[in-house]
T-cell receptor
């Protein structure tokens, strides 16, 4: 399997500030790293992903960076808005198979 | 596409009863996953299917849990007999699988309460 550790477990920021969530993984062969956003009462939704052939990917206010040497990847949200408040999960695949292992989640609260 | 469809959305049952959760994956996705979510343990993989075949069921807690995928458009997760510790939100997700990894599409989940 794949051990994925995620920090912090909770994060509170003021509207307009940036938020950063970090994950580490153990299998150096992993090559796909998605991030999910889960709003209350809903299933996790894919918001951005990165493959190991790039170091950074951006999509408007969100970005993901990958450091394969250190085996960690991070989610960056800039200009946070109250609607960004949710639980965010990182994930990584095992070295065989297609079943993602998820981090424990980060509860992000953006206060107006 | 309507996305991954799960039913029921909520289920309250008495201990000892049989519970069946249902999932319709996205058309064209050939991998299907069942996850369980609790506060204490987060998202746990229970089982996943590739082309309707169970590939890894090592996450199934015990023999009380079983899952089937009779065709590409339907899967069930059954708990018999149910116990209070089975109370959780159960998610089904589907994905493409062609040798590369792709993101999952999750359903809205079934919130199970066993009393």
């Amino acid at each position: 399997g794949e051990n994925v550790e995620q920090h912090p477990s909770t994060l509170s920021v003021q509207e307009g500030d940036s938020a950063v969530i970090k994950c580490t993984y153990s299998d150096s062969a992993s090559n796909y790293f998605p991030w999910y956003k889960q709003e209350l009462g809903k299933g996790p939704q894919l918001i951005i992903d990165i493959r190991s052939n790039v170091g950074e990917k951006k999509d408007q206010r969100i970005a993901v960076t990958l450091n394969k040497t250190a085996k960690h990847f991070s989610l960056h949200i800039t200009e946070t808005q109250p609607e960004d408040s949710a639980v965010y999960f990182c994930a990584a695949p095992p070295n065989s198979g297609y079943a993602l292992n998820f981090g424990k989640g980060t509860s992000l609260l953006v206060t107006p | 596409d309507a996305g991954v469809i799960q039913s029921p959305r909520h289920e309250v049952t008495e201990m000892g009863q049989e519970v069946t959760l249902r999932c319709k994956p996205i058309s064209g996705h050939n991998s299907l996953f069942w996850y369980r979510q609790t506060m204490m343990r987060g998202l746990e993989l229970l089982i996943y299917f590739n082309n309707n075949v169970p590939i890894d069921d090592s996450g199934m807690p015990e023999d009380r849990f079983s899952a089937k995928m009779p065709n590409a458009s339907f899967s069930t997760l059954k708990i018999q007999p149910s116990e209070p510790r089975d109370s959780a939100v159960y998610f089904c997700a589907s994905s493409r699988a062609d040798g590369n990894f792709y993101g999952y599409t999750f359903g809205s989940g079934t919130r199970l309460t066993v009393v």
